[in-house]
C-alpha cells in the first residue's frame, strides 16, 4: 500500500515488476523531514520554557532545591544526583505545561517571548502528548530512586501545576494559595520538614503576587482575573496575609528581631510603584533571607 509507506522513514519498495511509487519517493522524505523539524521544536520550546524564565530572573525554585540538597550534604551522594535531577526534570515539564495551555492568550502579551509561543500554538497536540510523557518519565525516576515520599510529592506538585493552570489562575485569592503550595510541594521533593515547606511557599506565594501585580495589563486585557485584577486593594490585603505568615514562620527559625523583617515584601510594594522592580527587590530580600535560614539551622544543628 503505497500510501502507508510514504508515511515511514525507512525505503519504500514496490511491489515485484511494478515501477517505483514516484508519489511515495516524493513524500517520505518530506514526513520525516516535518516530523523530525517537531520534535527540535518541542525539545526547544520545553527547554526555552525554562530558560525564559531563569534570563527573566525567575527559576527561585530551583536554586532553593539545590541549595537544599547542599546543605544536607548529599551534593555527590547518588540520592542528591537523583534529587537534582528530578527537581530539574519537574521544573522543566512544569514550567513547559504552564507556557503550552497559555500560548494563544500569551500572544497578547508583549512581556513573554513571542518564539516561544508560537512552537507551543503550531504542536499544541504534540506538546500535550510530550508533557504527559515527561510527566510520568519523571514520576518513574522519581519511584526509582528517591522512594515513596519523595514520589508523593512530584505526584501532588504536578497536579497542582495542572489545577493553576487550567482552572485557579483566574481565581482571585485561590491563585496565590494554590502557587504557595506549589512552592511548598516543590521543596518536598528534596526536604518535608514543615517549617521549611511553609518558608517556601510564603516566599513563593509573595513573588507570584508580584509578578501577578506586573502583568496586570495583560491578564486584564485577556480576561483572566488575577488577585492583581480583581481590585486596587485585593494584593494589599493579601500582602498583608501572607507578611503575617512570614513573620510568624521567621521568628521560628531566626527570632524576634528577624522576623521583623517580614514587613519588607509590604514596604517594597507601597514604596515601588513599578511591580517588577518590586519583584526583584522583594527575591533580593528572600535571598539574604534563605541563606540566614540555612545558616542558622545548620549551626543549631
Request: net charge positive; proline share 5%.
Amino acid at each position: 500500500m503505497p500510501v502507508r509507506q510514504a508515511a515511514r522513514c525507512g525505503p519504500v519498495s514496490s511491489p515485484r515488476g511494478a515501477a517505483p511509487t514516484d508519489f511515495a519517493a516524493a513524500e517520505r522524505p518530506r514526513a520525516c523531514a516535518a516530523r523530525g523539524d517537531a520534535l527540535r521544536a518541542l525539545g526547544w520550546a520545553v527547554a526555552a520554557s525554562t530558560l525564559h524564565r531563569v534570563r527573566r530572573g525567575e527559576g527561585a525554585l530551583l536554586a532553593i532545591n539545590l541549595s537544599l540538597i547542599v546543605w544536607h550534604g548529599d551534593a555527590l551522594a547518588v540520592r542528591g544526583l537523583a534529587q537534582a535531577l528530578v527537581s530539574v526534570f519537574a521544573i522543566l515539564v512544569m514550567y513547559a505545561f504552564n507556557d503550552l495551555y497559555d500560548a494563544p492568550a500569551d500572544r497578547n502579551n508583549p512581556k513573554k517571548d513571542q518564539a516561544l509561543i508560537r512552537a507551543w500554538v503550531a504542536h499544541r497536540r504534540a506538546g500535550v502528548v510530550a508533557t504527559c510523557g515527561l510527566k510520568l518519565a519523571t514520576l518513574a525516576i522519581a519511584a526509582a530512586t528517591l522512594g515513596a515520599g519523595p514520589t508523593l510529592a512530584v505526584a501532588a506538585v504536578m497536579t497542582v501545576n495542572l489545577v493553576y493552570s487550567t482552572r485557579l489562575k483566574g481565581v482571585p485569592v485561590a491563585d496565590v494559595v494554590v502557587v504557595w503550595t506549589w512552592g511548598s510541594l516543590y521543596a518536598a521533593i528534596v526536604d518535608a520538614s514543615f517549617a521549611l515547606m511553609v518558608l517556601v511557599g510564603v516566599m513563593t506565594g509573595i513573588c507570584h503576587l508580584f509578578q501577578a501585580l506586573d502583568d496586570r495589563a495583560p491578564d486584564a486585557a485577556n480576561g483572566i482575573a488575577t488577585t492583581a485584577v480583581r481590585s486596587p486593594t485585593l494584593p494589599r490585603n493579601v500582602l498583608a496575609a501572607l507578611t503575617v505568615v512570614l513573620f510568624a514562620t521567621l521568628h521560628g527559625f531566626l527570632g524576634p528581631a528577624a522576623a521583623c523583617t517580614a514587613v519588607a515584601p509590604l514596604a517594597i510594594y507601597a514604596a515601588i510603584a513599578d511591580a517588577g522592580t518590586g519583584w526583584l527587590l522583594t527575591k533580593a530580600y528572600f535571598a539574604v533571607v534563605w541563606l540566614a535560614v540555612l545558616g542558622t539551622a545548620r549551626a543549631a544543628g
